[in-house]
Each structure stands twice: as structure tokens, then as C-alpha cells.
């Protein structure tokens, strides 16, 4: 298995929603990383987990809130969210001293 | 910031025809790597150079890395019309475990069959 799954493609959601991005791979990728993707701009890091531990917080609002429940599986949550977080979600990963991060398909964020 | 520039931000050529974009970025690096991503979509690892690297080749890419002009290029020959996309330009610097990736501001090309 070589593929980086993310569910749902598509969300839309009310400012006084509370949802949640799942992001899978099963390549033993140690690493797991969200990026947001402004339409016509290039990906942005938010959030970076190393052996399930973050690494990185870019400054993101606390109303997006990561969880690495365990070495597969990166979730995003989501609460009190605004209009400018409509964006692509991106989710990657990478093995321990890899080069090549290993992005899955997206999801399509619209805040409403 | 380290975020890359790239240029053009948007080419389109004939099917058939070669696609060279390039890219400048502002500090000292690891690794630059290109992206491609399709329409709105994840995106796809497509090369790696390393700095000590100066070129290097896969199929029909080529990518060239200058550091003392902090600039790449990449070259694509004989373009299809699959390769319609955004390429996207990355440094990254690693850190015990994960890489931070800078992604460039991207150049899009359409390849006209």
C-alpha cells in the first residue's frame, strides 16, 4: 500500500460546526504533516507529527486542532471555524530521514 | 520567509514542445525538490537534488541547482498533454525525524495537444 488516504473529499460546514479530517497511510511513514491550500497559492504547513508527537505548530488558530491517535492516522479537527479556512486540506507523509513526502488527494474545506 | 519564487507563473506550450520553469529561493538549503500537483488535487513527488548537487535527470525531467544564485530550474522535453499541471518548487530542511517543506509560489502549465 503506497497511497496517503483522506476522508471526506469534500466538507462543507457552518461557522458553529464541529467536524473532523481523517488522513491514513499505511507505509510505516513515522511522520504525518497538514497542509492548507489557498486557491492559486501553494501549500502551507500547519501542523507536523513525528513518532506521533507534534513537532510543529506554524501558529494555527486553535480552532483547527491535530490528534495522532497512533502511527497510521492523523486527524484534524475542526471547530468554530470562518470563511477565509475554506480551503484544500492536504495531508503527507514521510518516512524517519526521508526526503520524499507522500501527499494523499485532499479535502475540500467550505465554511459557510 | 524561505518560500520559493517561481517563474513563469503560468506557460503554455505545443504538445511535443519543451517546458522550463525556474525557481529562486532566499536561504541555504538541504534539498530542493519539485512537485506536481493536477487540478486541485494532492500533490505528487516528482525529483530531489541535493546541494551538493548541481544536475540530474529522471525520464524526461531535468533539473538543474545553482547555490551560489540560490535559483533551479526545471526542465521538462517533449511534453504531453498529461503533464498539465502546477509544478511547485520545495526546500526543506531536515529535523530528527520530519522534513520542513517551504513550497515555492508555483508555476502552472498547460501543454496544448
Known amino acids: 500500500d503506497t497511497e496517503v488516504t483522506q476522508t471526506p473529499k469534500h466538507l462543507v460546514m457552518g461557522m458553529t460546526n464541529k467536524k473532523s479530517l481523517k488522513c491514513e497511510q499505511h507505509m510505516g511513514h513515522r511522520a504525518m504533516y497538514w497542509y492548507k491550500q489557498k486557491a492559486k497559492k501553494p501549500p502551507e504547513l500547519m501542523f507536523v507529527y513525528s513518532y506521533e508527537k507534534l513537532s510543529i505548530n506554524e501558529s494555527v488558530p486553535s480552532r483547527f486542532s491535530p490528534e495522532c491517535p497512533n502511527s497510521s492516522l492523523l486527524n484534524l479537527h475542526l471547530h468554530a471555524l470562518q470563511p477565509e479556512d475554506s480551503a484544500l486540506y492536504l495531508c503527507?507523509?514521510?518516512?524517519?530521514?526521508?526526503?520524499?513526502?507522500?501527499f494523499g488527494p485532499g479535502t475540500r474545506l467550505t465554511v459557510t | 520567509s524561505q518560500q520559493g519564487e517561481e517563474d513563469p507563473q503560468a506557460l503554455s506550450i505545443q504538445e511535443g514542445e519543451n517546458a522550463t520553469m525556474n525557481c529562486s529561493y532566499k536561504?541555504?538549503?538541504?534539498?530542493l525538490q519539485w512537485y506536481r500537483q493536477n487540478s486541485g488535487r494532492g500533490l505528487v513527488h516528482l525529483i530531489l537534488i541535493r546541494s551538493n548537487e548541481r544536475e540530474k535527470h529522471s525520464g524526461r525531467l531535468r533539473v538543474t541547482l545553482d547555490t551560489s544564485k540560490k535559483s533551479s530550474s526545471l526542465l521538462i522535453t517533449a511534453s504531453r498533454a498529461a503533464d498539465t499541471a502546477s509544478y511547485f518548487c520545495?526546500?526543506?530542511?531536515?529535523?530528527?525525524?520530519?522534513?520542513?517543506?517551504?513550497f515555492g509560489t508555483g508555476t502552472k502549465l498547460q501543454v496544448i495537444p
Open positions: 503527507a507523509s514521510s518516512l524517519p530521514g526521508g526526503d520524499e513526502q507522500y
Open positions: 536561504t541555504s538549503i538541504n534539498n
Open positions: 520545495a526546500t526543506d530542511k531536515y529535523s530528527g525525524g520530519y522534513q520542513k517543506v517551504t
